[in-house]
DNA sequence: GACTCATATGACATTAATGACATATATATG
DNA sequence: CATATATATGTCATTAATGTCATATGAGTC
């Protein structure tokens, strides 16, 4: 549901076209939502039938006409009304944590990859929202407060999971798990990792 | 396909019938991985079908029959392969973030309720967590240390979010916005809020 | 005695989202 | 000259997940 309203919010500061939005979305612009043009399609046509946007074919040789959408008085008012009632709060639900939580049962090398990698990957986004919060910086205008708050969600976000993913890069390293982990192996049974295959069958 | 590797997890300490998974699931069990029965009960019957998984039917009087279902070496292996598959990292997805993003668009005072009913939610939630995480506190046993790991990803969440939105409730107050955005509504345009409606219709 | 709650399983309709396929051309890179 | 990339719109199959309906009964509450 939430996707007509994001669409929405993108066509606050002008119209544009379905591929406009979708480029938008992907160049991490798109900071709180996202979609493949596919959908972007699909609910551009929806909010057209709901009377949220109206649309406009520009002409173009080769390339297939655009078709520019614009939010109506509708559509503003859409908007309003689903700020006001309550949104669901983001749970969290991430594999990642499920494996963590399982850590017995996974191959622990793989997973240390894997933040590794995720560092990586939050550090990167730690610079776009800072770029762009840095943008805003002593700005006092509505917009500019709102595009604050929002990014020092994500600049939150980014961080805590950076610094979280080298504590656990520590905790989860060889050296330190070594000699404890093998002697508690031992002792609880030994599970971790694939001490079930007896066969070695597949 | 992440809720059939849940499920697995689920399994790994004891067989558990579609109903005790469900309802661990929902009583705040399932920290990292949720489900309605409908769909647990569907990944079970795949589980089953993929060989991950066995079941055992127990009979009862008056309710149907319990089917506890056990993993199978098949599926520790799976839950291993699972792991060793980088997983998806949790892009930032939130109808609220969007919102405030357009805050010149919706209901500031709407969304500060929400804030509010929001920090009182993540504030629940750190308790939960917290009581968790005290319970593993001086463990270093393999499995704890995970559990640790994944429960402190999930305290500072909670505990970075009820206090952004401390913050937030206090940047977005009127007497902090009150003259500042009402000079700069007009500069801007007057966007906010509700002012394109002029036929007061609907 | 009526009502709700916990136990227990499952089918089915619908929604949200992804990913693959299809089409068409101008421009830049090798 | 061939190939890739950017522009631009869309359909369609499939997957993941929610939510609703259906069924059956024992135990506790008003």
Do not use: C
Not at 177 to 183: C, I, R, V
């Amino acid at each position: 549901m939430s996707l007509q309203h994001a669409i929405l919010v993108a066509l606050t500061d002008g119209e544009k076209s379905g591929y406009d939005i979708a480029k938008q979305f992907d160049d991490s612009t798109g900071f709180f939502w996202r979609a493949r043009h596919s959908q972007i399609y699909r609910e551009l046509g929806k909010l057209k039938e709901r009377g949220w946007a109206s649309s406009q074919e520009i002409e173009q040789s080769g390339k297939p006409n655009r078709i520019v959408f614009s939010i109506t008085a509708e559509g503003r008012k859409g908007l309003v009304e689903w700020s006001q009632k309550p949104s669901q709060v983001q749970e969290l639900k991430d594999d990642f944590l499920v494996q963590l939580y399982a850590l017995e049962h996974v191959d622990i090398e793989a997973l240390r990859a894997n933040i590794l990698a995720r560092r990586e990957r939050h550090r990167d986004h730690l610079k776009q929202y800072q770029a762009k919060y840095d943008a805003l910086e002593g700005s006092t205008n509505l917009t500019d407060i709102g595009r604050q708050l929002a990014l020092e969600v994500a600049l939150i976000y980014e961080r805590e999971w950076a610094e979280w993913s080298e504590r656990a890069l520590a905790r989860l390293s060889p050296e330190m798990l070594g000699p404890e982990a093998l002697k508690l192996e031992q002792q609880a049974g030994a599970t971790n990792v694939v001490p079930i295959a007896r066969g070695e069958a597949d």
